[in-house]
């Protein structure tokens, strides 16, 4: 139920299920699915408060390493426009992976910061076509259309597989410059 308010028009109902688990007297108790899908609803309804406090669970109850949570916990963070707070959750893991660094990549785009964001695309060994639509749509929505493009070239000559994403990016870069 958490997981489908999450993703409801009504996310923060999710809340409601959680704290039906935690008055529960049933043994049932919060886990990091119920955690990844937590964030997901402060990240949708843009509450401070409400995130600092279930941050706070995560590591009271221990997921604070779970790369699901971790990579969640960076993109609330970056929904809310707190981008040190999207620096130390991703510092505080120790071997993040693709999932934690392209959520980075966008929580650093999404909040203007671009050239950081492409400093740490190109020293990743590893990326896939959402780590590149994540860069790819950093500069289109920073108005940095021909770096987008530039990056967009550069990736269908990588040989990555474009996708819906890839096109809307692209198209949305080719609009702001008036480009056929």
Known sequence: MIRAYS??????KSFHFYKRILESSDYISPDNY?????????AQILSPETALLVHGSVIKLGFDNDPHVQSGLIFMYAGLGFLSSCHKVF???P???LVC???LISALAKCGNVD?????????????PITWNAMIAGYAQCGRSREALQLFH??????????????VSALSACSQLGAP
């Not at 993703?7 to 923060?12: E, F, G, V």
């Not at 950081?116 to 896939?128: G, I, L, N, Q, S």
């Open 7 to 12: 993703k409801s028009s009504t996310p923060d």
């Open 101 to 103: 660094q392209t959520a």
């Open 116 to 128: 950081f964001a492409r400093k740490m695309f190109d020293e990743m060994p590893e990326r896939d």
């Open 95 to 97: 071997q993040p992976d």
């Open 34 to 42: 119920t955690f990844n899908f937590l964030v997901r609803t402060c």
């Open 91 to 93: 510092e505080e893991i």
């Open 154 to 167: 550069l990736m269908q000559v990588e040989g990555v597989k474009l996708n819906e994403v890839s096109m």
